[in-house]
Nanobody
Framework: QVQMVESGGGLVQAGGSLRLSCAAS????????MGWFRQAPGKEREFVAA????????IYADSGRGRFTISRDNAKNTMYLQMNSLQPEDTAVYYC?????????????????WGPGTQVTVSS
């Protein structure tokens, strides 16, 4: 049974940083492409970043490029999202997701496995 659990969310002031983690089990972690998504109240779930199986290739949404860094440690079955210079508009529930192809999709429907999410709140 595949399980994915996010952690590291919380309340931070504008300009601050957070590091999210996503621990996965029940799958061959090094064989899945991983991504981060977020969903703010009343909005659709949106793409944040994705990383390929080896961790050597990444893509970002324009909203996070230059501020967010996605990474993974296949030995620990864990993916990370380092978020710097956070702004109130970054407030959302952040989700990690995985799928078994090599394509770095930006569309949430392409991902097969999801964590329950972690809340990130940025105060002004």
């Amino acid at each position: 049974q595949v399980q994915m659990v996010e952690s590291g969310g919380g309340l931070v002031q504008a300009g601050g940083s957070l590091r999210l983690s996503c621990a996965a089990s029940g799958l061959t972690f090094s064989s899945v492409t991983m991504g981060w998504f977020r969903q703010a109240p009343g909005k659709e779930r949106e793409f944040v970043a994705a990383i390929n199986r080896s961790g050597g290739y990444t893509i970002y949404a324009d909203s996070g490029r230059g501020r967010f860094t996605i990474s993974r440690d296949n030995a620990k079955n864990t993916m990370y999202l380092q978020m710097n210079s956070l702004q109130p508009e970054d407030t959302a529930v952040y989700y990690c997701a995985a799928h078994g192809t090599t394509v770095l999709y930006r569309t949430p429907q392409r991902y097969d496995f999801w964590g329950p999410g972690t809340q990130v709140t940025v105060s002004s």
